[in-house]
């Protein structure tokens, strides 16, 4: 059973950083598709960026390009996601998401039927 758990949010104040961590277990399958969502209250979820344990390929939403970084330290089996320039905004939780066998990168929240808790981001001065 693949079970995800996120840390790393926090308040952060306008045009800081901070990085979230999503450990991965019960991986069995070859490879997965892990992404980072985040979902602010009364909106819907949206994809921020994923990475497939294949070959570490990534993909960014356009919010995300130039500011976000997805990375894995597969002895950790942890993906994490730096941010940087963090724009004051509502507080959203961040959640860490995975597929298995996605042979494209995308970021359709249906798609992805492993959830984790969510870690909570809120950007404020």
């Known amino acids: 059973q693949v079970q995800l758990v996120e840390a790393g949010g926090g308040f952060v104040q306008p045009g800081g950083s901070a990085r979230l961590s999503c450990k991965y277990s019960?991986?069995?399958?070859?490879?997965?598709?892990i992404a980072w969502f985040l979902q602010a209250p009364g909106k819907e979820r949206e994809g921020v960026s994923c990475?497939?344990?294949?070959?570490?390929?990534?993909y960014y939403a356009d919010s995300a390009k130039g500011r976000f970084t997805i990375s894995r330290d597969n002895v950790k089996n942890t993906v994490y996601l730096q941010m940087n320039n963090l724009k004051p905004d509502v507080p959203a939780v961040y959640y860490c998401?995975?597929?298995?066998?996605?042979?494209?990168?995308?970021?359709?929240?249906?798609?992805?039927?492993?959830w984790g808790q969510g870690t909570q981001v809120t950007v404020s001065s």
């Open positions: 998401a995975a597929v298995a066998k996605m042979w494209y990168l995308d970021l359709i929240s249906w798609k992805y039927y492993s």
């Open positions: 019960g991986f069995t399958l070859d490879f997965y598709v």
């Open positions: 990475l497939s344990t294949r070959d570490d390929s990534t």
